[in-house]
């Protein structure tokens, strides 16, 4: 058996004229629950400092894109272990390439675009990591061994005091590089005047 208590909440006239109108326009919208998820998501904010929310490394793909240049896509997944919705409202990503101890590229990079994840469950995002064909073909002669792709991730969500961080790797065996190469050097190369 649940008890339930009622609490009577005060807002401006304003905004309860808005919540009306809202409510003509979504007739399912339910105020106690939505009340009752910003005072959970407030209390755990306090609670906890760091929120209870997990970043994987999904995927890693070569991509070779005219418009973009060629580039790293990968697929990060956002898993929040918490009771409540969040919306994550930024992740800062630091990608590095590197082969052995040699690194090959790097670059810095943030999300903007909000992104929401219900209760213990999780969504996909995507990033490209674009790299100039002229300082990607100046590498090739470096790598001797798999690209390791190296993510640091930081993800802020929104009543957090700190980020969620991840520090993230995926592999690209060294056969699937150099054919990689070979497709950036004939469609980069020739028209750029490059090595």
Aim: charge should be neutral.
């Amino acid at each position: 058996m649940i008890i339930t208590t009622n609490v009577t909440m005060s807002v401006p006239m304003s905004l309860k004229q808005e919540m009306d109108e809202f409510v003509r326009t979504y007739p399912e919208t339910n105020w106690s629950l939505v009340f009752r998820e910003a005072i959970q998501s407030y209390m755990l904010a306090r609670k906890t400092p760091v929120p209870k929310v997990e970043v994987f490394l999904d995927s890693v793909m070569q991509d070779l894109s005219m418009e973009m240049g060629p580039g790293i896509r990968t697929t990060l997944r956002v898993e929040n272990r918490m009771p409540i919705p969040i919306t994550v409202d930024r992740i800062l990503v630091t990608t590095t390439l590197t082969s052995g101890q040699t690194i090959i590229v790097g670059r810095e990079a943030a999300h903007l675009r909000p992104l929401h994840v219900m209760a213990n469950s999780s969504v996909a995002t995507h990033d490209f990591f674009p790299m100039s064909p002229s300082d990607l073909l100046r590498t090739a002669s470096l790598v001797k061994q798999s690209v390791a792709v190296r993510e640091n991730i930081e993800a802020y969500i929104q009543g957090f005091r700190e980020p969620a961080r991840a520090n993230l790797t995926g592999k690209i065996p060294v056969d699937e590089w150099e054919v990689y190469m070979k497709n950036v050097r004939a469609v980069f190369g020739p028209k750029d005047g490059l090595p």
